[in-house]
């Protein structure tokens, strides 16, 4: 049973092939009077809200919309926070009201006035982002889905020309990497197996093939280069492991610095035999265990439309399933990763560290400058820090100024947790180097220490627990998480 290749059509379930809708952005220097559309959304700050004792606005640019409307802006007028990440709940709520097209301008008199040429660019990007985020469904699994209507969005009195231009498409290709990390998380586990997520990473090496190169290593070539620890993990389920490995060279020019990403790929993680069992033990979530390797693709789809200049970057993932068979890897069981060390397995559910292991060596062998590993790694994690918010460990200062940096830009949430040296102390082993698990207590620490074992002490290197925020519970779906935090460290890294 073991190891024969099952196709992708367990359950007879297919994703519809849906055709992305394209929403159109345009930067216009025109007057907003003269604009034609089905919504024109203004950003107003309190001060123009202020009206008269007529009940009239003050504010010129808003009395003269008004007095074309005969008074209706002042009756409906409501307050939005224009810039920012507010930017985006605007254009969330009009799209869903079936418009097709929508203007967002800053008023002459008003908000935009103010704003530097920089905060122009990113409210213009936080806007774009909104319309392109917030009205994306993913309805490739259910059998009916309605049509988006919002098709384009006109920028008014936030500048024109190529710079924004340039800020546009950029923001696109965040999204479009976006996009792609929700659609491999969403996808069920007897659709997106080990091999499938292989062929998504060969897809975007052959769609963007001036810079990227694939390779897919199968069983025999992971036996090769002893990469006992994650085969172990792997050796229970019907579907085989691949090992992604793609790399991103830039189109031209020499490359400054090289760096890694490297994705916790669990397509299921059942468990194992210490199998997942209870009430919140989320088995029935654990598709979302790839969430690491769905952030590398994501980004590395990003970065083949951006294609940044002087870095090389390695995406690496050790995907596979952790399944229970006669095959599978017992409790007790001791594994030799590809570095020589061995590991007494207390618990066949800590597998995402075992993979790691493997994939951090690789990474290393690479000659990379900095590694950043991301894995939904430990509940303890969702324990410490809630659901939004990721926790970074690093021996690195340098690397968590990096990496927090491009997170503020990219609006997401990590926070630096410590890796106490001391707490090692519980991951010793009576017969092997190291158990993989050192019990309830400082559960993400020890999950951290654990991968140290791993990454040549040369390498500046960074853990992204990102168990809590891989996936957005209320609204059931995946969020994308990390991938505009990867593109922005990446983009920072460049020449
Ligand atoms: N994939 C899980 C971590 C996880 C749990 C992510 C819940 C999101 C929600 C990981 O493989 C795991 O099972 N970790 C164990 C480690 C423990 C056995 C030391 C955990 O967190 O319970
Ligand atoms: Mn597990
Ligand atoms: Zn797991």
């Known amino acids: 049973m073991a190891h024969t290749i099952t196709k992708a059509t367990l359950g007879l379930t297919h994703p519809v092939e849906i055709e992305s809708p394209k929403i159109s952005f345009a930067a216009k220097d025109i007057n907003l009077m003269e604009w034609k559309g089905d919504i024109l959304a203004i950003g107003v700050t309190e001060k123009d809200m202020i009206k008269d004792e007529n009940s009239k606005f003050q504010n010129a640019v808003l009395k003269m919309l008004d007095s074309q409307l005969n008074g209706l802006l002042s009756e409906v007028s409501t307050e939005e926070d224009f810039t920012g990440r507010a930017g985006q709940s605007t254009v969330l709520r009009l799209s869903g009201l079936g418009t097709k097209r929508v203007s967002l301008v800053g008023l002459g008199k008003g908000p935009t006035e103010g704003l530097t040429p920089e905060l122009k660019l990113t409210t213009a990007s936080a806007i774009a982002t909104g319309a392109l985020l917030g009205t994306y469904e993913d309805n490739r699994f ?26 546009l498409k950029y923001t696109e290709d965040i999204c479009a990497g976006v996009i792609l990390g929700k659609e491999l998380v969403n996808a069920p586990p007897n659709v997106l197996t080990p091999e499938v997520l ?8 052959s769609t963007y093939s001036d810079v990227f190169t694939a390779s897919i290593l199968d069983t025999e070539q992971c036996k090769e280069l002893k990469m006992g620890s994650y085969l172990g993990v792997a050796a229970a389920s019907a579907n085989p492991p691949k090992f992604i490995h793609l790399c991103y060279k830039p189109p031209s020019g020499s490359v400054k610095t090289k760096l890694a990403l490297v994705g916790k790929g669990l397509t299921f993680d059942s468990g194992g035999y210490n199998i997942k069992t209870g009430p919140g033990c989320l088995i029935e979530l654990m598709k979302f265990d790839m969430g690491g390797s769905a952030a590398v693709l994501g980004a590395a789809k990003a970065l083949g439309q951006i294609k940044p200049a002087g870095v090389e970057v390695h995406f690496i993932v050790a995907a596979c399933e952790n399944m ?27 597998e995402g560290r075992l993979t790691l292991a493997d994939a951090l060596v690789y990474a290393c062998n690479q000659g990379v400058d900095k590694i950043v590993d991301l894995a939904t790694l430990t509940g303890a994690c969702i324990v410490a820090l809630g659901p939004s918010i990721a926790g970074i460990f690093t021996p690195s200062d340098d690397l968590a100024k990096e990496v927090v940096a491009a997170s503020e830009v990219a609006g997401e949430k990590l926070w630096r947790l410590p890796m106490e040296e001391s707490y090692w102390e519980s991951m010793k082993s009576g017969v092997a180097d190291m158990v993989n698990t050192g019990g309830r207590q400082g559960g993400s620490i020890t999950a951290a220490l654990f991968l140290k074992q791993f990454v040549d002490e040369n390498v500046q290197w960074l853990h992204i627990d990102m168990a809590g925020p891989v996936w957005n519970d209320k609204k059931k779906t995946a969020t994308g998480f990390a991938i505009p935090t990867l593109v922005e460290w990446v983009v920072a890294n460049s020449s």
């Open 324 to 350: 229970i068979s006669g095959t599978g890897m017992r409790p007790g069981d001791i594994l030799t990763a590809s570095n020589g060390k061995t590991i007494e397995v207390n618990n066949t559910d800590a």
């Open 198 to 205: 292989a062929n998504e990473a060969k897809k975007i090496a």
């Open 142 to 167: 259910k059998s009916e889905s309605k049509k988006l209507a919002l098709k384009s969005v006109d920028f008014l009195g936030l500048g024109t020309g190529p710079e924004l231009e340039k800020k």
